[in-house]
């Protein structure tokens, strides 16, 4: 069952932003890379450090902390199986934007191996 949390439309970042907000005791970042929208928990799994304020490399986010990079997608670290920050899908239905909450990933079948 899905659990769709709508993003007010002042929140919803213009292209190159990005936008933090809270939703029942969850932080969120969401983040537009040319139009293309990614949603991702705002704590890095590693430490806690926020990652809203990452410097971005194309899809890849720089944890601030300790460098850490987390691909937007799919939440993973390249070269670390099994470890990465939850990400959301993100819908867009009829000009109004949705997080779908009930889907975080990397989930098992994601296999955070993958080479950036
Ligand atoms: S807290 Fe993010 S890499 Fe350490």
């Known amino acids: 069952m899905s659990r769709l949390l709508e993003v007010p439309a002042a929140q919803v970042p213009p292209a190159g ?3 933090l907000f809270r939703h029942e005791g969850k932080s969120l970042v969401l ?3 040319n ?3 990614y949603a991702i928990d ?3 799994p590693h430490n806690g450090a926020s990652l809203f ?3 971005l490399d194309g899809r890849l986010l720089h944890c601030p902390a300790h460098g850490l990079r987390f691909d937007l997608a799919t939440g993973c670290v390249a070269g670390v199986k099994g470890f990465g920050v939850a990400t959301y899908a993100v819908e867009l239905q009829q000009g109004r934007c949705f ?3 009930s889907r975080p990933r990397p ?3 994601i296999v955070c191996l993958q080479q950036q």
Request: proline residues 0%; charged residues 30%.
């Open 31 to 33: 983040f537009n890379l």
């Open 42 to 44: 705002e704590g890095c």
């Open 107 to 109: 989930q098992e079948s």
């Open 17 to 19: 932003g990005r936008s």
């Open 99 to 101: 997080i779908d909450l």
């Open 53 to 55: 304020g990452g410097r």
């Open 35 to 37: 139009g293309e929208l």
